[in-house]
């Protein structure tokens, strides 16, 4: 009776698993983008990976392969919203998302940051970097450092050990 019981169980998990994965493929064709269809890609796999586990202990009835199929539920775990955020991110990036689905868009502000800093960055190297033509001229060094170089430390620039505000 007791075994009859398990493999019931063992059975719903694994029809439970099935229903979820079916949900996530008529999400993965019927949402509109890209982060809706990673919600459900990604909701459904774990929670019927950690059905399909259980079944799996359940009809083994065995400690041994429960210890075994435990590290696969936490890798999976903590690897799947890890790779769901990365293509998250891509994916808005790219605009290959629906703009009015966001409700909170907390990645823009911090690109826009980035983006910022980057463009700071890069007019600071191109302005300290000697042009091709003076180096064509045969120019010193020291008269291009001379000329182009401010007399103090740019105000515009973090120091360097100076935390930035």
């Not at 919203?81 to 990365?86: D, I, N, Q, S, T």
């Amino acid at each position: 009776m007791y075994d009859a019981v398990l493999d019931l169980l063992a059975a719903i998990c694994v029809f439970l698993a099935a229903v979820l994965s079916v949900a996530a493929g008529v999400g993965l064709l019927r949402f509109p983008d890209a982060l809706s269809r990673l919600h459900a890609a990604t909701k459904p796999q774990i929670f019927g990976l950690l059905l399909v586990i259980t079944a799996i202990a359940l009809e083994d009835r065995s400690v041994a392969t429960l210890l075994a199929l435990v590290p696969v539920f936490v890798f999976q775990s903590l690897t799947a919203p890890v790779a769901a955020h990365m293509v998250g991110r891509a994916a808005y990036r790219t605009g290959q998302l629906e703009a009015s689905t966001l409700v909170v868009d907390e990645l823009g502000p911090a690109i826009d940051r980035m983006e910022a800093s980057a463009g700071q960055q890069t007019s600071t190297q191109t302005s300290t970097q000697p042009s091709a033509q003076a180096q064509e001229n045969g120019e010193p060094d020291s008269e291009r450092r001379s000329e182009s170089a401010p007399d103090g430390p740019d105000p515009q620039q973090p120091q360097a050990g100076v935390p930035s505000s």
